[in-house]
């Protein structure tokens, strides 16, 4: 179901034409708007659909071979993508209704993407157990990312109150925190895909003004806001669960500022 948008998308962009190395590479280039990971999401989403066509006996080995050699789009250097203002994020965590079940669980859901730097997987899977108390604040324990890297994450005070209000109008005490809600109000069901995760961010974006942006890119707002407002560089690293100091800097496309430099207050 990951990939399901992407091949959704490819099929709209071919439009019937025959399925050839030019038409990927078209393709390739028509998405130049949308950051290069999401590109090279959808370019994997291809490159399955192809492998699996020629198991089934649909492709030759030469032609799915030509098909599978479009090169994703580099990421090295400055990360590109887009992430909010501090006054943005304020105006898309005001969009859900929060007089209704389904805002309260949609507030829920913005509000632990941006304060918290979950992956929209991460957050789809989130068991309402992992959530408990530790030297004195609430966290998510053990929370297994990327990689398969586990860590532990800080939910600041706000974000509680969204969960608690959430979990009180679900009836939510045990197992997976976020559930389906039907246009009647009833909670129905054991899981919410991380595609209805990303719905609700993107359909949420469009009522502020915002297009093309999905939940990563709150991820990706939440570690600028914290460098933003002093946070170090390192802490910021153990919250979003990176290997490197490194692959944090290049996420925040972070740069050196000569304007106000780092050594001007050291006046020996």
């Known amino acids: ?15 019937s034409r025959p399925l050839t190395r ?33 198991r089934n006996g649909m492709l030759g080995a030469e032609e799915a071979a030509n098909l599978t050699e479009v090169p ?8 590109l993508g887009n992430w909010l203002t501090r006054e943005q994020a304020k105006e898309l965590l005001a969009v859900p209704d929060r007089s209704t079940i389904k805002g309260k669980r949609d507030y829920a859901i913005l509000a632990l993407l941006v304060g918290c730097a979950l992956r929209r997987q991460e957050l789809a899977q989130l068991d309402v157990e992992k959530i408990q108390m530790r030297d004195g604040r609430w966290v998510i324990v053990d929370l ?15 974000v509680k109150s969204a969960i608690d209000a959430w979990m009180a109008a679900g009836s939510i005490d045990k197992g997976r925190l976020l559930r389906p809600v039907l246009k009647g109000g009833k909670v129905k069901g054991e899981t919410l895909t991380d595609w209805s995760v990303w719905s609700v961010v993107e359909q949420s974006a469009k009522q502020i003004g915002i297009e093309r942006f999905g ?3 709150l991820r990706r707002t939440c570690a600028k806001l914290c460098r ?3 946070g170090d560089l390192e802490q910021i690293k153990f919250l ?29």
Do not use: C
């Open 215 to 217: 939940a990563h890119d």
């Open 1 to 15: 179901r990951n990939y399901a948008k992407a091949l959704d998308d490819l099929f709209l962009f071919a439009a």
């Open 228 to 230: 933003k407002n002093g």
């Open 72 to 79: 994703n789009i580099p990421e090295k250097g400055t990360r």
């Open 144 to 158: 297994r990312g990327k990689g398969g890297r586990v860590r532990t994450v800080a939910i600041p005070v706000w």
């Open 240 to 268: 979003l669960g990176h290997s490197s100091i490194q692959t944090t800097e290049r996420y925040l496309g972070s740069q050196q500022e000569l304007a106000v430099a780092v050594n001007d207050g050291l006046g020996f």
């Open 22 to 54: 030019a038409l990927l590479m078209e393709w390739r280039t028509a998405m130049n708007k949308l950051s290069p990971s999401t590109v090279n999401v959808r370019l994997s989403a291809m490159r399955k659909l192809v492998t699996e066509a020629r």
